[in-house]
């Protein structure tokens, strides 16, 4: 007889250092609980979260597959193989949903095409979360991951998706390295009409969580520090 196809488990994290369970459901604790083969970003990082998760977990029965920019395409059926002999396999994002902003897409897309069920658990996402509470188009919006680091190539996008939020009625979502975020909302503000809504959305379920959004106009007269936090920005010219 046949032994039945294990499932992938979309495991979604924390967006920082906060408790695990102050944020993520139950749900969560018992499938790490139930499973000892994950597809992760980072071994050391995940180690750490599964063992906050369940402390009592040996270890050492862990089987840790990279996933990160050096893996290479070749590489990914084998992290499904443990599926295709009944075992599960769970996929950690390094910071929330997994396939979400996240290189883990390229191995859902492939258990699909291998007819293994694909599980997506709750968590926190910081681009929904940001959204969310922004005030802004919750209806359309686009996410446009990271814009161009060359300034002139750089204000054209921000001229570029301003003009596609106004002409659509739809927020534009994007983010930057976090060291540069302070410099990326001085450029939105030289950039943008003065009117146009930029909503800043730093530290998403940390004690530290700042959330506003403001003219262009405003933003330009505040003080806000940015530097090396995780922050999702979006624009919204109406």
């Known amino acids: 007889?046949?032994?039945?196809?294990?499932?992938?488990y979309l495991i979604p994290t924390t967006l920082g250092e906060n408790p695990p369970l102050e944020?993520?459901?139950?749900?969560?604790?018992?499938?790490?609980?139930d499973t000892n083969t994950f597809i992760v970003e980072n071994e050391k990082?995940?180690?750490?979260?599964i063992k906050k998760i369940s402390p009592k977990k040996s270890q050492p029965a862990l089987e840790l597959f990279l996933l990160n920019k050096f893996t290479q395409?070749?590489?990914?059926p084998e992290y499904l193989?443990?599926?295709?002999?009944?075992?599960n396999v769970g996929l950690l994002s390094e910071a929330g949903c997994p396939g979400v902003a996240d290189p883990g897409?390229?191995?859902v897309k492939l258990a699909h095409d291998k007819d293994i069920q694909v599980v997506p658990l709750v968590g926190p996402s910081s681009i929904l979360?940001?959204?969310m509470s922004s005030g802004l188009n919750g209806q359309s919006f686009t996410f446009n991951g990271y814009l161009p680091i060359d300034k002139n190539e750089r204000k054209k996008e921000l001229k570029r998706l301003e003009r596609l939020s106004f002409e659509k009625n739809q927020s534009q979502i994007f983010i930057e390295t976090p060291y540069r975020n302070d410099k990326l909302l001085m450029d939105i503000c030289n950039t943008v009409s003065s009117e146009t809504y930029v909503c800043v959305a730093s530290d998403l379920t940390l004690?530290?969580?700042?959330?506003?959004?403001?003219?262009a106009k405003i933003w330009a007269q505040k003080k806000v520090v940015l530097h090396k936090r995780p922050t999702i920005f979006i624009i919204h010219k109406i």
Not at 23 to 33: A, D, G, M, Y
Not at 73 to 76: F, G
Not at 81 to 87: I, N, Q, V, Y
């Open 23 to 33: 944020v993520l459901p139950i749900s969560v604790k018992k499938v790490i609980e």
């Open 105 to 107: 897409a390229d191995v």
């Open 81 to 87: 193989e443990p599926c295709l002999k009944g075992h």
């Open 129 to 131: 979360l940001a959204i």
């Open 45 to 49: 990082t995940a180690r750490r979260f």
């Open 73 to 76: 395409s070749i590489e990914l």
């Open 207 to 215: 004690p530290s969580e700042y959330i506003k959004t403001l003219p």
């Open 1 to 8: 007889m046949k032994a039945a196809i294990g499932k992938l």
